[in-house]
């Protein structure tokens, strides 16, 4: 089959490029090795810009599988701080609510689905790229590699991808897993629990679910015992209605986004943490970047706009991972951010992008003079 573009990995990143390529009037095949709606350890929190980009690619969630949340709430034991996000609500969403749409979204679009189907190597020439698939091969101008943290179109594109730094310490990589319970969501705001050694982020994720993801360094983790740091959590919870789902570890650097006719999106292309929420914002966003990119006939571009994109959520993530590993500092800034709410708000809107760092000095100046003084 000769097509534009041939996606490998059908999840958030590969269907944002079909949809995107669909809609400038390109063909593309997504091969993924699931069938049907993908599922997948993630907090499901789509941040602002990310519900921006849902938007503009016409994808509809189901009401079954989603909640906006408003805000994001800190809690550190009995402190507790919270800001609103200026731009506009974000989307709690279940991955297989937000599968089955893009896939919906893609397969009317004219994307040629090749789910239950691996991806193997590939060969490329100057005119294309030949994907070798459990289906036969498949030949394309592009060849996007959208198949997540541990891709293997980017080794078998001998791009270099090597564990970022641990910030802050040698406690080893980041893990995370999550799983859904039945109660009605308590809050309109992502919630994160602030833990030494664990964080528990609570996302609405259906008119009568949440979603509770714990993000941990080191060794193995038991969802169940880690809800236990957390009484008042658990307190909170009704019965659990999925079976736990984990992936990591995280912090993957990756040397470059793109070499001869392949390009990076989405995990492939080096993910730091889930810390703040924001891969599947950035992988939209991304996505959009590629495709414009490689119409222009110009994918070197990609690599420029790639580091616009995440450079802002790079820094802010390495930040604030530097103040999870420290939990006397972390206790301090959550005390800090609790006295300047409106701190709060100008670090969240610099950190999607809706104000420049330098519109969100004030904002950031208040939290510093709060820590100085708390
Ligand atoms: C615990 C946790 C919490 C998170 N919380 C959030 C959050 O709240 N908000 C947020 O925005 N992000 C969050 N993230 C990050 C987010 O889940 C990822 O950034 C996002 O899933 C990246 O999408 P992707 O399409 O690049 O990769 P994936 O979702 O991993 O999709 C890759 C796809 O490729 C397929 N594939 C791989 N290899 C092959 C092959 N050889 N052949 C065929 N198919 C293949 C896989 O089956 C898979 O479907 C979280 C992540 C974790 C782990």
Request: a positive charge; aromatic letters at 8%.
């Amino acid at each position: 089959m000769d097509v534009d573009y041939a996606i490998v990995g059908g999840g958030p990143a590969g269907l944002a490029v079909a949809i995107e390529a669909a809609m400038h009037g390109k063909t593309a095949v997504v091969v993924e090795r699931c069938r049907g709606p993908v599922d997948k350890a993630c907090g499901e929190g789509l941040m602002p810009p990310g519900v921006a980009r849902l938007r503009a690619l016409g994808v509809e969630p189901p009401a079954w599988g989603c909640h906006p949340f408003t805000g994001i709430r800190y809690v550190d034991g009995d402190v507790i701080a919270e800001a609103r996000f200026l731009e506009g609500p974000g989307l709690g969403i279940r991955r297989l609510a937000l599968s089955e749409a893009m896939l919906a979204r893609a397969a009317a679009l004219g994307v040629t689905l090749y789910q239950g189907t691996e991806a193997m190597g590939f060969t490329e020439d100057a005119q294309g790229v030949t994907l070798e698939t459990s289906r036969g091969p498949v030949r394309a101008r592009w060849l996007v590699a959208a198949d997540g943290l541990h891709s293997r179109v980017r080794k078998e594109a001998g791009i270099d991808a090597t564990p970022a730094a641990t910030p802050g310490g040698s406690s080893g990589r980041r893990l995370g897993i999550r799983r859904h319970f039945t109660v009605r969501p308590w809050s309109d705001k992502v919630e994160v629990w602030w833990g030494d050694g664990v964080e528990a982020y609570v996302t609405p994720v259906g008119p009568e679910r949440v979603g509770v993801a714990f993000l941990w360094s080191g060794g193995k983790g038991d969802h169940e015992a880690f809800l236990q740091h957390f009484p008042a959590l658990a307190a909170k919870l009704g019965p659990p209605e999925s079976t736990v789902r984990g992936a990591g570890p995280f912090g993957v650097r990756v040397a470059r986004r793109t070499r001869g006719r392949v390009l990076l999106v989405g995990d492939a292309a080096g993910y730091l943490d889930a810390l703040t929420g924001e891969g599947l914002s950035l992988a939209f966003e991304s996505a959009e970047a590629l495709v414009a990119a490689t119409l222009a006939g110009t994918p070197a571009r990609y690599e420029a706009d790639w580091a616009r994109i995440t450079r802002r959520h790079l820094l802010f993530t390495g930040l604030l991972l530097q103040v999870a590993r420290r939990p006397w500092l972390r206790r301090r800034v959550v005390r800090a951010l609790r006295r300047f709410p409106s701190g709060m708000e100008g670090f969240l809107a610099m950190n999607t992008g809706h104000w420049s760092p330098f519109r969100a000095l004030p904002s950031v100046g208040a939290v510093g003079i709060g820590l100085l003084t708390g």
